[in-house]
């Protein structure tokens, strides 16, 4: 899917290049783009001069001046609509907008690129677009698609239409065409969700499309463009839901400012990173508004029943997300009941989709982002080390196993005492009760009747808010499983994990477990174990 920024930014560059040859008495870019085939021989400038209640917005064309990479250029809409090029403009008549405070803003570079995106370019487009007896719509040069049929245009009534000129069409209104903000305009222009907002434009970024750029060769080994095109993102919205792209539709629920602050502030203290993590702040924020955004944005186009249920962007294969009893998480069942999601929810319509403004963050983190860490023993990448055993990963199908698949340890000898340890991924700055689940034996053999617990020692490791590395031994305490059923063996409750280690390549967080049976007490115990995974449980924090 192409994005509507790149059509614009290619269309201003495509403008510069368009200009320069006019100016130059250059044929070549008339030849390229030919005008439409109309009865006149005026160009639109030209047409529009001609009549006197057209002579405000004339004026603004002239003053207003084409950005390309976000600078103010010496060439104005008035001369690229005297060109070759082929548009379609839409010309309110004098009276129905503020002439006056339109020229003001053209006198500064901020000034003349509100004008340029929210007046001028709202009424032209690209194409040479007539009023039809069938509705259809036209993308207008700030990537806005409006409705045309043959009486109005975006609701608006036309007092003269189909006007052809040498490079185009003009339709006249009786008032400008209204500027519908799209949802990610909204949240960051909006006073009352500045909260939002301003973190969501901290990740704009432009972006350089050397594929799409005009190259005049390589100069010293340096390639050289004569139109490069640059392309607006925002690595958010990469991430959580292409919210400024008009040719999709969303829903998007978010907090006003306080309740976006309050959220935060509760977010913040999950993502703290230990003194030896580099850019930890940084990366401290950035996790923050994922864990409050992730789950705000709803593809519409992807949405089976929108009043049974919404899954959030990231998350839309959530069919996958109910396995062997786990909690689903990014799935929110009837949003529009009583203490749903979108319950109470002011609508706002944007045009590429809606936004349901509410007074707190809708969600909990124990149902987003802190949710349940599940390190499955067949996973044996995340065995870092062992002693006096061997393993295996072995696949059984059963509604109580994780993942349909276990790890079966074995002592080296039928004396040996063996330890094994596993890494735990993406543990946040919180509490959890850290447990084992073992599987009874008769996972390997139905028939066995020889059933022995095992008795074994635990400890966690992990590092403190300054990175040093820390060990918790619980003073050697012993568990012993149930060999009769899948046992789910709490080593530790509301363990208090100092640091965050989300989303980072140095896993500093890992369980171990140590066989410790008795030569005396080998008829009573097993050194066999079946575990099934190390399973961490959030605990909610005490308010």
């Known amino acids: 899917m192409k994005r509507n920024n790149f059509l614009i930014f290619k269309w201003l560059n495509c403008c510069i290049l368009a200009i320069a040859a006019l100016l130059t008495a250059c044929s070549d870019w008339d030849d390229h783009y030919e005008g439409s085939e109309t009865g006149s021989n005026l160009t639109l400038w030209q047409q529009m001069q001609q009549y006197s209640e057209l002579s405000d917005f004339c004026q603004v064309l002239e003053q207003t001046k084409v950005f390309r990479m976000h600078k103010k250029t010496a060439v104005s809409y008035s001369q ?8 379609t403009v839409v010309a309110p008549v004098n009276g129905t907008f503020n002439r006056d405070s339109l020229l003001r803003l053209t006198q500064t570079n901020k000034g003349d690129s509100v004008v340029e995106k ?4 709202n009424h032209i487009s690209r194409s040479a677009s007539s009023m039809k007896e069938n509705e259809y719509r036209v993308l207008m040069l700030n990537g806005k698609h409006i409705s045309m049929t043959s009486e109005r245009i975006e609701g608006v009534t036309v007092k003269e239409k189909n006007i ?8 006249i209104t009786n008032q400008p065409l209204p500027y519908s903000s799209n949802l990610y305009e909204v949240l960051c222009d909006l006073p009352e969700m500045s909260g939002i907002g301003g973190y969501l434009r901290q990740y704009d970024a432009d972006w350089f499309d050397a594929d799409n750029s005009v190259s005049s060769g390589i100069v010293e080994g340096v390639p050289v463009y004569v139109d490069s095109v640059v392309i607006e993102r925002n690595r958010m919205l990469q991430r959580i839901g292409l919210i400024n792209a008009e040719d999709s539709t969303y829903w998007v629920v978010a907090p006003t400012t306080e309740g976006w602050n309050r959220a935060w502030q509760e977010a913040t203290k999950y993502f703290v990173y230990d003194e030896s993590v580099l850019k930890r702040d940084s990366i401290q924020q950035y ?14 186009t ?3 029943n929108p009043q049974d249920s919404l899954v959030s962007v990231p998350y839309l294969d959530w069919r996958r997300a109910w396995v062997s009893g786990k909690p689903i998480y990014h799935v929110f069942k009837q949003p529009f009941a009583a203490g749903g999601i979108l319950d109470g929810a002011e609508k706002v319509t944007c045009s590429n989709g809606t936004l349901y403004k509410v007074k707190e963050w809708p969600f909990t983190p124990e149902k987003t982002y802190f949710k349940e860490i599940w390190s499955e ?23 109580s196993i994780s993942e349909n698949a276990y790890l079966q340890i074995v002592p080296r000898t ?5 330890n094994v340890t596993l890494r735990v991924n993406n543990t946040l700055a919180g509490d959890y009760d850290v447990c084992a689940i ?5 996972v390997l053999n139905p028939n066995d009747t020889l059933l022995k617990p095992c008795k074994f020692r635990a400890s966690i490791n992990y590092v403190d808010a300054q990175g040093n590395a820390q060990e918790e031994n619980f003073d050697k305490k012993l568990f012993q499983s149930n060999p009769a059923k899948v046992d789910t063996i709490v080593l530790a409750e509301a363990f208090h994990f100092p640091a965050c280690n989300y989303d980072q390549l140095d896993i500093k967080v890992s369980v171990t477990l140590q066989c410790y049976v008795l030569a005396r007490e080998s008829s009573q115990f097993s050194r066999e174990m079946y575990l099934d995974c190390i399973y961490l449980r959030p605990r909610k924090a005490k308010e």
């Open 80 to 87: 690229l609509l005297d060109g070759g090029q082929a548009f």
């Open 118 to 121: 929210f007046f001028v370019l």
């Open 164 to 171: 052809h000129t040498k490079n185009g069409v003009l339709h």
């Open 287 to 300: 996790w923050t508004n994922r864990a409050l955004l992730d789950d705000a944005v709803f593809n519409m």
């Open 302 to 304: 992807d949405q089976r």
């Open 377 to 399: 023993g067949e996973n044996t990448a995340l065995i870092t080390s062992f002693k006096d055993c061997t393993y295996n990963g072995r696949r059984q199908v059963a509604d």
């Open 414 to 418: 039928t004396t040996s005492n063996w």
């Open 438 to 442: 073992l599987l009874p034996k008769t």
